[in-house]
């Protein structure tokens, strides 16, 4: 079984600019997906702004019974977020290299519009396989 179910790519204004579905059991139609990407937003501001700490950055981890859902946040604003497996690990340092991806293959890409939704092959076969190396790494253990 697969540790990633599915990821999200979320623009500063909280609306969803990637998704890509990973064989999870419920498949989500777009406007469900689209529902997902706008609470997580919704939720993320809010927490930074109940935390009782100065300087909170939010929710990165939410636990589960079935998943767990982690979440990246750059300084742009925009939020990367997987659900996947509950324990799995190393979601993170994925999340982190994922952000590496969007840089080096979406953001220096001359035909993207910011904010907009992100259709790039290079970006798509990249981050394929990085999500097989980190379904293999999960299956050697």
Request: proline content about 3%; hydrophobic content about 40%; aromatic content about 12%.
């Amino acid at each position: 079984m697969a540790a990633i179910y599915s990821l999200y790519i979320i623009n500063k204004s909280g609306g969803l600019i990637f998704y890509k579905d990973y064989g999870s059991a419920g498949r989500m139609d777009t406007n469900d997906s689209l529902r997902l990407a706008s609470l997580w937003h919704s939720m993320h501001a809010i927490s930074q702004q109940l935390s009782p700490v100065n300087g909170c950055a939010g929710i990165e981890l939410l636990q589960a019974d079935n998943f767990d859902l982690h979440c990246f946040q750059s300084l742009t604003g925009t939020k990367f977020f997987v659900v996947c497996e509950p324990g799995s690990l190393h979601m993170e340092s994925l999340l982190k290299y994922i952000y590496e991806l969007y840089t080096d293959y979406v953001l220096k890409n001359p035909f993207y519009e910011m904010e907009m939704p992100i259709r790039c092959e290079l970006f798509d076969i990249n981050l394929s396989q990085a999500v097989q190396k980190d379904r293999v790494a999960l299956l050697g253990r």
